[in-house]
C-alpha cells in the first residue's frame, strides 16, 4: 500500500511543474511561434499521459488488483506508446536545435513554415503503431502491482516483438539523442567558451572517441543477457590466456635447467647426453606451439 500512495503523490506532483510549462510556453506568443518549443510541449503532452497512467497505476498497489483487465490493457496502450512518441519526439528536438546552431540554411528547409505538421506526424505514427499494436490481441503490457513494474505478457505472440522494437527505439534514441546534443554542446562550448587552442581540439576529439562507447555501456548496463555473454567471454579469455602462460612456464624452467646442465663443467663419473637435450629442445619448441 505504501508503494502505491507513493506512486500517487510522485506522479500526482510531476504533473504539476509540466502543466506549469506547458501554460507558458503556449500563453508567451513569441516562445510558440518557435518549433523548438512547440516540440517543447509536444514533449511535455507525452509526459503527462504517462504520468496519468502511473498516478493509476499507483491504486492497483494501494489495493493490489489491477480491476477490469481491459482497462488495465488500455492504459498499457496509452503508457507505452506515449513513451515510444516522447523518444522520437526528442529525438527530432535535438536534431532541430543542432541544425540551427550549425546549419541554419538546412534547418531552413527541414524546419520552415509548414513543415511542423510533417514532423508532428512523423512522431505520431510511432505512437499509433504502438498502441495498435498493444491494443490487438497479438501483444500486451500491463501493469503488475506484485512486482511494483510493468510487464509484457509474453504467453501472446506478438508481445516479443514488440518489446524488443521498443527497446531498439528506446536504446538508439538515448544514443542518438546524446551525440546530437554532445554536437549542440560543442558548438555552444566553442561559440561561447573555449579558445581556439591544440588543448581545444584534443578535448574536442576525445569527447568524439568517447561517444563510439557510449551504446556498449548501454546495452552492458541495461541488457542482461548481453551483460552474462560478455562477461562469461572474457573470463573464458582469460583462462584461456592464462593457462598458455602457465605451460610456457613450465616449458622454459624445464628449458632453463637443461641449459645450465650443459654448462657445468663434467666431473669423473658424469656423462652429458646429447641426444637426451637434442629431444628436450624438441619437446620445449613443440610446447611453446
Same mark, same amino acid.
Given at each position: 500500500m505504501l508503494v502505491g500512495i507513493i506512486m500517487v503523490v510522485v506522479s500526482a506532483v510531476c504533473i504539476i511543474p509540466n502543466i506549469m510549462i506547458m501554460t507558458a510556453i503556449y500563453k508567451d506568443k513569441e516562445l510558440f511561434a518557435?518549433?523548438?518549443?512547440?516540440?517543447?510541449? +509536444?514533449?511535455?503532452? +507525452?509526459?503527462?499521459?504517462?504520468?496519468?497512467?502511473? +498516478? *493509476?497505476?499507483?491504486?492497483?498497489? %494501494?489495493? !493490489?488488483?489491477?480491476?477490469?483487465? /481491459?482497462? &488495465?490493457?488500455?492504459?498499457?496502450?496509452?503508457?507505452?506508446?506515449?513513451?515510444?512518441?516522447? /523518444?522520437?519526439? @526528442?529525438i527530432v528536438l535535438a536534431f532541430n536545435r543542432f541544425t540551427q546552431? &550549425?546549419?541554419?540554411?538546412v =534547418? !531552413? +528547409?527541414?524546419?520552415?513554415?509548414?513543415?511542423?505538421?510533417?514532423?508532428?506526424?512523423?512522431?505520431?505514427?510511432?505512437?499509433?503503431?504502438? #498502441? %495498435?499494436?498493444?491494443?490487438?490481441? $497479438? #501483444? @500486451?503490457?500491463?501493469?503488475?502491482?506484485?512486482? $511494483?513494474? $510493468?510487464?509484457? =505478457?509474453?504467453?501472446?505472440?506478438?508481445?516479443?516483438?514488440?518489446?524488443q522494437i521498443e527497446m531498439v527505439i528506446e536504446l538508439g534514441g538515448i544514443g542518438a539523442s546524446f551525440a546530437i546534443y554532445s554536437g549542440v554542446f560543442v558548438m555552444l562550448w566553442r561559440t561561447l567558451i573555449l579558445p581556439e587552442t591544440l588543448g581545444t581540439y584534443l578535448g574536442l576529439n576525445f569527447m568524439w572517441i568517447l561517444n563510439g562507447a557510449v551504446n556498449p555501456i548501454v546495452?552492458?548496463?541495461?541488457? &542482461? &543477457?548481453?551483460?552474462?555473454? #560478455? @562477461?562469461?567471454?572474457?573470463?573464458?579469455? @582469460?583462462?584461456?590466456?592464462?593457462?598458455?602462460?602457465?605451460?610456457?612456464?613450465?616449458?622454459?624452467? #624445464?628449458?632453463? !635447467?637443461? *641449459?645450465s646442465q650443459l654448462t657445468v663443467a663434467p666431473t669423473a663419473g658424469t656423462e652429458v647426453n646429447l641426444l637426451s637435450t637434442r629431444r628436450?629442445?624438441?619437446i620445449f619448441a613443440l610446447a611453446v606451439k
Open positions: 518557435l518549433n523548438s518549443y512547440k516540440f517543447m510541449l +509536444f514533449l511535455g503532452f +507525452f509526459d503527462i499521459t504517462q504520468l496519468i497512467a502511473h +498516478f *493509476i497505476t499507483g491504486f492497483f498497489n %494501494v489495493f !493490489e488488483s489491477v480491476g477490469d483487465p /481491459v482497462f &488495465a490493457k488500455s492504459l498499457g496502450v496509452i503508457a507505452t506508446p506515449s513513451y515510444v512518441c516522447y /523518444v522520437v519526439i @526528442t546552431l &550549425a546549419v541554419p540554411n =534547418d !531552413e +528547409f527541414l524546419f520552415g513554415p509548414g513543415k511542423l505538421k510533417f514532423w508532428i506526424s512523423f512522431c505520431l505514427l510511432f505512437y499509433f503503431a504502438f #498502441a %495498435v499494436a498493444l491494443a490487438s490481441p $497479438w #501483444a @500486451t503490457i500491463q501493469y503488475v502491482p506484485d512486482a $511494483w513494474s $510493468w510487464s509484457y =505478457d509474453y504467453s501472446l505472440s506478438g508481445s516479443k516483438t514488440v518489446q546495452y552492458f548496463l541495461v541488457n &542482461a &543477457a548481453i551483460r552474462k555473454k #560478455a @562477461t562469461m567471454n572474457f573470463r573464458s579469455k @582469460t583462462l584461456t590466456v592464462r593457462s598458455v602462460n602457465t605451460i610456457r612456464g613450465h616449458s622454459q624452467t #624445464a628449458w632453463t !635447467e637443461n *641449459i628436450t629442445r624438441r
